[in-house]
């Protein structure tokens, strides 16, 4: 090999490296291009949930930093895509209260929800005895007595998509439903007395939109 050669296998090395660059911006082009003309052909949404009601059937914060609560939820789930599906296939109901989990986790079968299909749950959420931070027990006893109590209804899921043949990987599912408990007036003190100590029965309809996160 003479040191004419040099140069020309240099000259060969960089024409192959520059159509490989060529070829991989072309690849990459394409692919952007199929994903955007897929996303404007079907135009993804996600689903929107509903907290339609709320019953109370214990709520027991008479025991200082301890909570007890058995509440009766209903949510609805819309899926508002016309060439998409949903398959939910985790959802965990618990409920919060200033950023502490108050309830334990209760899990609703898995399902697929078809294009514009509607589906409504109807789960319980409920603790024992549950320890409550010292600064959240002593809100809690104000609002208690005050008669209205705020809680976040929360759901965390994993979810799929479904576009004809082809199924998506998992997908982490966050919604949050704020709901105000709120006892009668009328009878204000009987009320707190009999929510308290699960004797009585507190029956909210809501229709509250959820914030969903994917």
């Avoid at 109370?56 to 949510?75: R, W």
């Avoid at 060439?83 to 309830?103: E, H, P, W």
């Avoid at 024992?128 to 209205?148: H, K, Y």
């Avoid at 799929?160 to 408990?181: D, E, M, N, Q």
């Amino acid at each position: 090999m003479t040191s004419d050669d040099c140069p020309k296998h240099y000259g060969e090395g960089r024409s192959t490296f520059r159509r490989l660059c060529a070829g991989l911006l072309v690849f990459n082009f394409v692919l952007l291009f199929i994903i955007l003309l897929v996303w404007a052909i079907l135009r993804p949404h996600k689903p929107r949930f509903v907290l339609q009601d709320v019953t109370v059937y214990a709520f027991n914060a008479s025991v200082p930093n301890f909570l007890t609560t058995n509440i009766h939820v209903t949510i609805s789930s819309r899926n508002p895509n016309h060439r998409i599906g949903v398959y939910y296939d985790k959802l965990d109901v618990y409920a919060i209260y200033r950023n502490q989990q108050i309830t334990l986790r209760s899990s609703i079968p898995p399902s697929y929800q078809g294009h514009k299909e509607v589906d409504v749950w109807s789960p319980f959420i409920y603790g024992t005895a549950v320890p409550v931070a010292p600064f959240n027990s002593m809100t809690l006893t104000q609002e208690q007595a005050a008669g209205t109590i705020f809680l976040m209804v929360k759901i965390d899921g994993r979810v799929r998509w479904k576009v004809g043949t082809f199924t998506s990987g998992r997908y982490h599912l966050y919604v949050k439903c704020p709901a105000y408990i709120i006892f009668p007036k009328s009878t204000a003190t009987s009320a707190q007395e009999s929510a308290a100590s699960g004797d009585g029965i507190v029956k909210l309809q809501m229709v509250q939109k959820c914030s969903v996160a994917v």
